[in-house]
Each structure stands twice: as C-alpha cells, then as structure tokens.
Nanobody, 120 residues
Framework: QVQLVESGGGLVQAGGSLRLSCVAS????????MGWYRRAPGSQRELVAV???????NYADSVKGRFTISRDNAKNTVYLQMNSLKPEDTAVYYC??????WGFGRGDYWGQGTQVTVSS
C-alpha cells in the first residue's frame, strides 16, 4: 500500500512564502512523476506543477516565476516552494504521484490535501 502525506500549508499574508512537502511511503518500486495540484472553492482541481524522474518540469502559467517544484528521490519527497503568494493562490493543495508499487503495478496516488490561505 502507498501513502502520500503533505505538510506545510497554512495562513500567510499576500507577498509571503510557504513551502509544501509531500512524502510517499509504502511498497514503492519507482516514482515516475510527482506533482502538485490545487482546488480553490467553487473551482475544479488544476495542475500547479509537476516534476518527472528525469527532471522535466511543467508549471501552470499562473505560478511561473513564483513557485518552484523540487524533489528528493532518495526520500521519495517532493517540495513546492511558493513565493510572492497572492490571494488567488488560496486553495487546497494536493500531492500526486505516478508510481509503481509492489504487487499493484503502475498507479496514480493522491495525498489528503493541505490548505493554503493567502490573506490580502
């Protein structure tokens, strides 16, 4: 079984910074892609940033230049450094991993989400 556990969310003023972390644990063989998505109130979940095992990244246009995704493969951990936060960044942020697990093959896994609130 695989679990993704996020941490680092909270309340911050506009212009501030937060760093999210997500640790994947369990019977993991390999992780292909790790990333972050978010869902704001009344909106659908959207991609924030993803990072492949080869180091390729993809960012939402709305966060380019402000957010940075990174990964520690040895620790099965992905980070999201969020700078210059804006009120419109307020959302529940979800960690996602596309990985191979022993006995389960390749699958898509989600964390429980962490709330980020940016006050104006």
């Amino acid at each position: 079984q695989v679990q993704l556990v996020e941490s680092g969310g909270g309340l911050v003023q506009a212009g501030g910074s937060l760093r999210l972390s997500c640790v994947a644990s369990g019977s993991i063989v390999s992780i292909d892609v790790m990333g972050w998505y978010r869902r704001a109130p009344g909106s659908q979940r959207e991609l924030v940033a993803v990072l492949t095992s080869r180091g390729n990244t993809n960012y939402a246009d709305s966060v380019k230049g402000r957010f940075t995704i990174s990964r520690d493969n040895a620790k099965n951990t992905v980070y999201l450094q969020m700078n210059s936060l804006k009120p419109e960044d307020t959302a529940v942020y979800y960690c996602n991993a596309a990985l191979r697990a022993w006995g389960f093959g390749r699958g898509d896994y989600w964390g429980q989400g962490t709330q980020v609130t940016v006050s104006s």
